[in-house]
T-cell receptor, first 113, second 111 residues
């Protein structure tokens, strides 16, 4: 079975540009979450979607947005990129219930120059 | 802001020794999850504990959830070099399923 797949794996953007990151969850998983991880720190929650509805939003500016499609895949968009947005962006899927562990993708390494 | 304090941040021990990693918070979580992360990869789920006082064993790894569901520990018996890695705890918020993460424990097991 395919795991959580993220694309692209690496990305270099210039300050002020916009970026779209994509995630395909494990088949049967209806929940997709996005996290930002800076080197040396634990992941920081950005968004969670369940059944195409936003179920949670972390403390990130409005430049960050996301959506979930009918096939449960998801996109994370970041506008007006800043140098500080450079990080590993992780997508995780789960069944969506309490205590259901998450399966993470390998992430997208975003570098803003 | 909910915080999950994980300790120690770094641990280097000899093969065969035992160790314990702790995660503590002042907040109650609906579940506590432990992950292991390799460099450049996403975290991999090791275990989820959901009931206060729950203990789960995974071979040489023992996970415990505190009675009040605010803290958890990971105990490794007879550590092996293959246990080397970054271990992360994550608490699931009661209100919205969000995971709050500890900063991680970088574990090195020397042969």
């Amino acid at each position: 079975d395919a795991g959580v797949t993220q694309s692209p794996t690496h990305l270099i953007k210039t300050r002020g540009q916009q970026v779209t990151l994509r995630c395909s969850p494990i088949s049967g998983h209806k929940s997709v979450s996005w996290y930002q991880q800076v080197l040396g720190q634990g992941p920081q929650f950005i968004f969670q979607y369940y059944e195409k509805e936003e179920r949670g939003r972390g403390n990130f500016p409005d430049r960050f947005s996301a959506r979930q499609f009918p096939n449960y895949s998801s996109e994370l968009n970041v506008n007006a990129l800043l140098l500080g947005d450079s990080a590993l962006y992780l997508c995780a899927s789960s069944l969506g219930g309490t205590g259901d562990g998450y399966t993470f993708g390998s992430g997208t390494r975003l570098t803003v120059v | 802001t909910q915080l999950l304090e994980q300790s120690p941040q770094f641990l280097s021990i000899q093969e065969g020794e035992n160790l314990t990693v702790y995660c503590n918070s002042s907040s109650v979580f609906s579940s506590l999850q432990w992950y292991r992360q390799e460099p450049g990869e996403g975290p991999v789920l090791l275990v989820t504990v959901v009931t206060g006082g729950e203990v789960k064993k995974l071979k040489r790894l023992t996970f415990q959830f505190g009675d009040a569901r605010k803290d958890s520990s990971l105990h490794i018996t007879a550590a092996q070099p293959g246990d080397t890695g970054l271990y992360l705890c994550a608490g699931e918020r009661v209100s919205n399923y969000q995971l709050i993460w500890g900063a991680g424990t970088k574990l090195i097991i020397k042969p």
